[in-house]
């Protein structure tokens, strides 16, 4: 078993993108002549993926008319922010309901990540939310992580001292429970 649901969070207002795509949502700026979001929708409905729920609020009429219900055969459902939510606002609308554990991406992000080695780490450790992590030494443009010898996230920071190290990748997998756990009611 693995994880099938998909959370996409492409709610965002895209301001460092503005100039460049006036008009799209970032999700949707066009790589290969082809949006951004069905390249990553792509990707991982290789990796078993079969149900996307798209967290949507800035231009969002454009992803929806793109994309409708069904995205090459794979149900769509959409968690629509009235109103800016941030990226936390954005996962608590869209997992409403959820009872297994998920997958969550940054819609203007791609990532590799082998989607059933992630989830063996994330059984293996008995987390509740489990982070891909890339390395970099683009401190400016992402956070440092500091990891534990066991996989544990001790700090995420802004640290332009470092030279290199690791940064979040945009891909988590989430229990449910742990929403819940932290205050937050889940499943309405």
């Known amino acids: 078993m693995t994880v099938r649901v ?4 492409a709610g965002g207002l895209g301001t460092r993108l503005r ?3 006036p008009g799209l949502p ?9 949006p951004f979001l069905e390249h990553q929708m792509d990707y991982w409905i290789k990796q078993g993926i079969n149900r996307f729920i798209l967290s949507v609020g800035y231009l969002k009429d454009i992803i929806i008319e793109h994309f409708g ?3 090459k055969g ?3 459902e959409y968690a629509i922010e009235h109103e ?5 606002g954005g996962l608590l609308l869209a997992e409403k309901g959820l009872t297994e554990a998920f997958l969550v991406l940054n819609g203007d992000t791609f990532i590799e990540v082998d989607l059933d080695n992630l989830y063996e780490f994330h059984l293996e450790c008995r987390s509740d939310w489990t982070f891909s992590l890339f390395r970099t030494s683009q401190f400016g443009r992402y956070m440092s992580i500091d990891v534990s010898p066991n ?3 001790l700090s995420l920071k802004s640290d332009l001292k470092k030279s290199s190290g690791l940064a979040n990748g945009g891909v988590y997998i989430i229990n449910p429970k742990v929403l819940s756990s932290l205050g937050y009611k889940t499943g309405d």
């Open 26 to 34: 970032k999700p949707m700026a066009p790589i290969r002549n082809r």
């Open 151 to 153: 996989g544990e996230i």
């Open 84 to 88: 800016p939510l941030g990226t936390g």
């Open 74 to 76: 794979i149900p769509i």
């Open 6 to 9: 998909a959370i996409i969070l």
């Open 19 to 21: 100039g460049t795509v």
């Open 69 to 71: 219900n069904t995205y």
